[in-house]
């Protein structure tokens, strides 16, 4: 990506303001298929001619780089801990898609000097000036530095299977999340749904209870099905919308990708710059 640096710099320069939006993307427990549908939804995406980001801030797991059979040599500590520019640590993957690799030791920005910070912001800056969408590939549950990123993002992508341990979490997090910011747009998608059905019935059940407890309205995307040819990718490290584009999860993902573009068009009227609120969160430290 380093080669590519200022080719990327001269188009940030055509840019006067943010125009990214950024996307937390979480789930209450692990195991869901949360980084599978993350990546592939930036993939589906990328094929509609956006700009796609994929942050890993999971940390010490890497499974963005797992789902795309690789291993980044740099990471977000290193761009700290060695002044190194955002640019320099991008990874440049299949389709387009541009990855930053979270690293084990991403905890330790709570830690982090006045200085570092400083830089940190500003090379995040760049990037809300470049792409279209970001997506914070989120750990399960919520750490301290984990909220102050998800509670800067424009909206959140909630992933839960139709497993009651998995919507009773959704739940949980999203509350946790609500109590934070009551602002805050939630999107839903259900993953291995064995039909229409269940995924809709999933869907209603995290609605009415975050309507009846929250007062909150969640924006439903979609359901991806249970299907055989994710788990068959995930082997290969090769995406599922890249290894079987015409199986049902492929086409369920750009579904979901068409609703979710769809949605945040509504969601314009919010605009808030990501930079700044995270500026402010770190500020509090």
């Known amino acids: 990506m380093i080669d590519q640096a200022e080719s990327l710099r001269k188009q940030l320069l055509a840019t006067s303001v943010p125009s990214a939006r950024v996307i937390s993307v979480v789930s209450g427990k692990?195991?869901?298929?949360?980084?599978?549908?993350t990546v592939n939804l930036a993939l589906s995406l990328i094929k509609m001619g956006k700009r796609v980001?994929?942050?890993?801030?999971?940390?010490?797991?890497?499974?963005?780089?797992?789902?795309?059979?690789?291993r980044s040599p740099k990471h977000i500590m290193d761009l700290l801990q060695n002044q190194l520019?955002?640019?320099?640590?991008?990874?440049?993957?299949?389709?387009?898609?541009?990855?930053?690799?979270?690293?084990?030791?991403?905890?330790?920005?709570?830690?982090i000097t006045d200085?570092?910070?400083?830089?940190?912001m500003k090379q995040l800056d760049e990037l809300e000036m470049f792409y279209d969408y970001i997506f914070l590939d989120m750990g399960a549950g919520a750490t301290e530095i984990a909220l102050k990123f998800i509670l800067?993002?424009?909206?959140?992508?909630?992933?839960?299977?139709?497993?009651?341990?998995?919507i009773t979490d959704a739940y949980s997090m999203m509350k946790f999340i609500h109590v934070k910011d009551q602002n805050l747009p939630f999107f839903l998608a259900v993953n291995r749904c064995e039909n229409k059905c269940e995924g809709r019935e999933t869907s209603n059940k995290?609605?009415?209870?975050?309507?009846?407890?929250?007062?909150?309205e969640l924006i439903h995307l979609g359901m991806i099905p249970l299907d055989y040819s994710v788990l068959e990718s995930v082997k290969r490290q090769v995406p599922f919308i890249l290894n079987k584009p015409a199986?049902?999860?492929?086409?369920?993902?750009?579904?979901?990708?068409?609703?979710?573009?769809?949605?945040?068009q509504q969601q314009k009227a919010s605009y808030k710059s990501?930079?700044?609120?995270?500026?402010?969160l770190f500020r509090e430290r």
């Open 30 to 37: 692990g195991g869901v298929g949360k980084t599978n549908i």
């Open 53 to 70: 980001l994929v942050m890993d801030l999971d940390v010490g797991m890497g499974n963005v780089d797992l789902i795309l059979g690789r």
């Open 85 to 111: 520019s955002v640019w320099e640590i991008i990874e440049e993957g299949k389709e387009g898609l541009h990855t930053i690799a979270g690293g084990r030791n991403f905890r330790s920005l709570q830690h």
């Open 115 to 120: 200085e570092m910070l400083d830089h940190f």
């Open 152 to 166: 800067s993002s424009h909206e959140v992508l909630v992933i839960t299977t139709p497993e009651i341990t998995s």
């Open 206 to 216: 995290l609605g009415h209870v975050c309507n009846q407890f929250l007062k909150k």
């Open 247 to 264: 199986s049902e999860a492929s086409r369920a993902v750009a579904d979901l990708a068409r609703t979710y573009t769809g949605a945040v």
């Open 274 to 280: 990501f930079i700044s609120r995270l500026k402010s």
